[in-house]
């Protein structure tokens, strides 16, 4: 039998002026699954969300989540979704109490019920002390922590999760995340934009990343990494490294890329590269294996985006 | 795109929205009705026997019962504009917090009709608190005054209506001057609040008979002063054109904002 996916987008796309943001998208989730969307600034990651979430018709293509046609029937898909903005919207003249009560009236639910699940969303976000605190009161990572339990009110079964640790120190990051295995482990299906690859690729499943509106590329982090890169990395920063990479690196190297003072040279092997280093004592180098990072930035570029 | 003009489709999830509306203002209900009574008290007293003593009998009444009626409805207009306008534009644009009940249940439509029916409930809390110094004034004849209540909710539809037009084009808080310098200010001097609009020029006067506003004070003040208004469905039916009307175009600008 052949599973249905949570949420399965067609080929959707979206124009603004003459500027196609969503190009013919297909994004397709599995139950239980973290499903990354990556792409840099103006990818149209945000545009694909609310797509999906219903906030915004799309031009072309057809959206089902949860079962339900979106847009048409986006109120019923969005009973079973919760949402973690990337910014944070709680309400700054509530408690923290007062902020799930009310968020829970949106879905219909009865304040008596409310109050018997709020303390354990409370538990569960680690605000059990802060019940009634307003929210001027709590630090950042506190905040994100009751946006994420604020988004568990109708214990939804699909969470859009949009830059989540935007902002956080790496503490709280780490809260976060194990807050999201935690989500995870009890079947809930994610979908998770971020900036961070380490984020991506600790959390994801799988995970798919957009440039300019298309797919460029989709798969398991580990899989990407085999399939698009170069084993193994090699830092190397200092003055004039450029001297280094024209004469050593690019003989030695499969790629070579210089940012500012920093190569990073990409390879099979890298032990020839450090052995080429001993004529440059002035730079510093660094070996690692290759990740997700370096995977993003091959395919799509490393100039800045606005 | 077509589905920006189509009537508006509600559900009564936005109850829960008009609920959130009033929590905050519970917790600040001390400060807001303080305001509510004490601003239109300080002008009525001010006004009413401040220049009441150089006016002879306007109307055949003592100014400031011609005035009473003027500041009911001047004072919910207001009400129901600050509320459309500056509190409005906080939660949709500046706290975000339209933003988070849409990715709840809740369409915009409902989150637009929610906010309309609040501007209309705090323009009838400050009729409530006006009434009050109306009553402890003495200014009011009989228990038609009671119908200020209703009457004051429609104000509050029919001025939060159009404001939210306003509300659904701003970028910023200072763009909210030019409606209220503009188009509030003249409505009041034009309306009949301060004199009656049978002294102005004939010009004035059709300018007058064309403003929400003016309507409003044409069933407030009898009723302040014991009488049933003349021409009620008239009155009724222009405040809700304005507001009706005023209101749909704000919903379809509040979608192209909002839904693109």
């Known amino acids: 039998m052949r599973e249905v996916p949570v949420l399965d987008a067609a080929n959707i796309r979206k124009r603004y002026g003459d500027r196609e943001v969503v190009a013919g998208l297909d994004m397709s989730l599995r139950r239980g699954e973290c499903f990354g969307l990556l792409g840099p600034n103006g990818a149209g990651k945000t545009t694909t969300l609310r797509m999906l979430l219903g906030l915004t018709a799309p031009d072309a293509g057809a959206i089902r989540v949860l079962g339900h046609p979106v847009p048409q029937a986006a109120r019923e898909a969005r009973i079973r979704i919760g949402v973690v903005p990337q910014m944070d919207n709680l309400d700054p003249d509530f408690t923290v109490t007062e902020n799930l009560v009310v968020y829970g009236r949106y879905f219909g639910f009865k304040d008596d019920a409310l109050q018997a699940r709020i303390p354990s969303l409370l538990q569960f976000a680690a605000l059990e002390s802060r019940a ?57 299906t994610i979908l998770l934009t971020t900036h961070f690859m380490d984020e991506a690729e600790r959390l994801c499943d799988r995970l798919k990343i957009i440039d300019e509106g298309k797919t460029i590329a989709e798969g398991a982090p580990r899989d990407l990494i085999r399939t698009h890169i170069e084993p193994e990395v ?60 370096d995977v993003f930035l091959k395919l799509t570029g490393r100039e800045m985006r606005d | 795109m077509s589905s920006d003009l189509s009537l508006p489709r509600f559900s009564w999830r936005w109850i829960a929205v008009w609920r959130r509306n009033f929590l905050v203002w519970k917790k600040l209900a001390a400060e807001s009705i303080f305001g509510n009574i004490v601003d239109p008290l300080f002008y009525m007293l001010g006004m009413g026997f401040g220049l009441g003593t150089m006016l002879p009998e306007v109307n055949g009444v003592t ?142 006067q059709a300018v007058s008979s064309a403003l929400p506003l003016t309507h409003a004070i044409e069933l407030g003040r009898p009723l302040l002063l014991g009488k049933v208004p003349e021409n009620i469905l008239l009155h009724v039916g222009v405040m809700l054109a304005y507001g009706g009307v005023g209101f749909y175009i704000a919903l379809v600008l509040f979608r192209r904002r909002l839904l693109k």
Not at chain 1, 147 to 172: C, H, M, S, W, Y
Not at chain 2, 63 to 88: H, N, P
Not at chain 2, 110 to 131: F, N, Q, R, T
């Open chain 1, 132 to 188: 009634n605190s307003r929210i001027q009161e709590l630090s950042g990572g506190m905040k994100r922590r009751l946006v994420l339990a604020r988004a568990l009110i109708n214990d939804p079964d699909l969470i859009f999760l949009d830059e989540p640790t935007t902002g956080l120190d790496p503490q709280a990051r780490h809260v976060i995340w194990e807050r999201l295995r935690k989500l995870l482990n009890q079947g809930k």
């Open chain 1, 234 to 293: 090699l830092e190397v920063y200092g003055e004039q490294v450029e001297q280094w990479v024209e004469k050593m690196a690019k003989p030695l190297a499969s790629r070579a890329e210089v940012t500012g003072e920093t190569a990073f040279c990409y390879a099979a092997q890298v032990q020839p590269l450090i052995d080429s280093l001993q004529n440059y004592a002035h730079l510093s180098f660094m070996h690692r294996p290759a990740n997700l990072e």
């Open chain 2, 63 to 204: 100014y400031i019962a011609f005035l009473a009626g003027g500041t009911v409805c001047y004072s919910t207009m207001f009400a129901a504009s600050f509320e459309a306008l500056y509190s409005g534009f906080a939660r949709m644009h500046v706290q975000r917090t339209w933003d988070g009940i849409l990715n709840a249940p809740i369409v915009l439509d409902d989150v637009v009709l929610a906010e309309w029916i609040w501007a209309a409930s705090k323009s009838l809390l400050s009729g409530v608190a006006i009434l009050l110094v109306v009553l402890a004034l003495g200014l009011a004849q009989n228990w038609l005054a009671i119908f200020i209540l209703p009457l004051a909710f429609l104000i509050g539809l029919t001025f939060a209506g159009m404001g939210f037009i306003m509300t659904a084009m701003a970028k910023s808080y200072d763009f909210f001057t030019f409606w209220f310098t503009i188009v509030l200010t003249p409505m009041v001097l034009l309306s009949g609040v301060f004199y009656p609009v049978g002294n102005m020029h004939p010009i004035l």
